[in-house]
């Protein structure tokens, strides 16, 4: 079946660094992607989404890149900060009518002051 | 904008009782509002999709008659968990999407159900 995946399921690094979290997609019909950031206990909070007719999107201290070609999404965290650790997960949108979104594995992301 | 919540935030409950939770979208419309259950360490998996004024979509494996959903208007959402078992406890998280603009969906904080 359809699957959205993650490449490393942790991700340790050390405060100011930048961050990349990659995720791989299975569905080449997928037309919308998301990054959500979840804090242990809490519900998924956007951070950025990217349409398949993009390649990168940037916001603040985040950028998504989308490779098409491959099937990969990544999302960058720039400066990373002790409040960026969390699990970001994927999420792509397989197109159609129904919006409903496919989930990946999730990363945890440890920042070490 | 774009704030969801849930209510109750965490639930303990007998095995065989039944447990209501509920889902708004407190500064827009959502016309569709999806529910998730998601076990610990583990991603979000879709359990329904629901929709303004009708029957709500299940996913495959879930069953309708347990997990019973209301949609009854733009703002708010209700699942039950009917004779709630053990197994069920779970993290159960809504997302709401806006009726005009957008795909992306909006979480709630998620509810803590514990059966006992």
């Known amino acids: 079946g359809e699957s959205v995946g993650l490449h490393l399921p942790t991700l340790s690094v050390q405060e100011g660094d930048n961050s990349i979290i990659n995720c791989a997609y299975s569905n080449s019909a997928s037309d919308y992607f998301i990054w959500y950031k979840q804090e242990s206990g809490k519900g998924p909070q956007f951070i950025i989404d990217?349409?398949?007719?993009?390649d990168k999107r940037q916001g603040q201290r985040v950028t998504v890149l989308l490779n098409k070609t491959v099937k990969h999404l990544s999302l960058q965290i720039a400066a990373t900060q002790p409040g960026d650790s969390a699990v970001y997960f994927c999420?792509?949108?397989?197109?159609?009518?129904?919006?409903?979104?496919?989930f990946g594995k999730g990363t945890l992301l440890t920042v070490n002051p | 904008g774009a704030v969801v919540s849930q209510h109750p935030s965490r639930v303990i409950c007998k095995s065989g009782t039944s447990v209501k939770i509920e889902c708004r979208s407190l500064d827009f419309q959502a016309t569709t509002m999806f529910w998730y259950r998601q076990f610990p360490k583990q991603s979000l998996m879709l359990m329904a999709t629901s929709n303004e004024g009708s029957k709500a979509t299940y996913e495959q494996g879930v069953e309708k008659d347990k997990f019973l959903i209301n949609h009854a208007s733009l703002t708010l959402s209700t699942l039950t968990v009917t004779s709630a078992h053990p197994e069920d406890s779970s993290f159960y998280i809504c997302s709401a999407r806006r009726t005009s603009g957008t795909d992306t969906q909006y979480f709630g904080p998620g509810t803590r159900l514990t059966v006992l």
């Open positions: 999420a792509e949108r397989s197109g159609g009518s129904n919006y409903k979104l496919t």
């Open positions: 990217i349409r398949s007719n993009m």
